[in-house]
């Protein structure tokens, strides 16, 4: 049987998912009915959420993990969802929504389900599909905000931002060594302009992604070696220079573009 870390990053994802649905198997119990905000959750679909977990559909399972904390009962959320995480995993995946991630894993943090304090076996399977999913948010082509709106969302979940970093750094192939020199490009020129920012995780620092930057450099100069003609890879070498240099952007900002060419005789 072949190793899954040797696997493409399709395959990583579906053996993910396939330990989640074998370690959340026999979701935990809850003692009552749920209990939450009835002005934005109506009785009958809180009894809903506390049944089974395959009979949430997806809107109200979307519902339940955008709604504030604070509409919820703090001893019966983890367990809510604890016993939604397969479904939860589905939703941010390939085949899911497509939506910003980054306000419903950030309901994970400390100050929401604690993802941190559940039990081992649990955050070992759902930080292995955390994984897949950075894997495959490289490599897939999609804009460089929505990896970064993914990698918001789980730093916040997990409480760092460093190890999601790392795996990043150390996914390899040519299609990780693209997708790393598109978001790299991406988040030097935010950096640049003073633009890289979370949406949600107040706590989260961007300069931790500063500091990841330079040690990619030679990567991405590897890459701009082997592909001559690839502007994103000369662009983000010349942005990482002008970042560890401290100095300005030597692009202009592109926002309010349109008003600054009205005013250009």
Known sequence: MSD???????????HALAEADRVFASPPALDRPVDGCTYCTPESELLILGGDPAAVPDELLGHFMREVVSHWEADQYPLLWRRLMPRALRYWGPEGHGTDPSLELGHLGRHGAKFVDWPTPERTAVEQA??????????????????????????HATGDLEPWLHHIAGLSGSDADTGLVRLALDWATDLLWDDLQFSWWYDGDPQVIAAWLPPQRA??????TQHPRCKTASDALIAIDRLQAGDHSPWLYPYGMNEFLKLAP
């Open 130 to 155: 955390f994984r897949a999913l950075l894997a495959l948010a490289l490599v897939d082509g999609r804009p460089a905000g929505d990896i970064t709106e993914l990698l918001e969302g789980i730093a």
């Open 219 to 224: 990567r991405i100069a590897t890459y701009a």
């Open 4 to 14: 899954p870390l040797d696997l493409d990053p399709y395959a990583k994802w579906r």
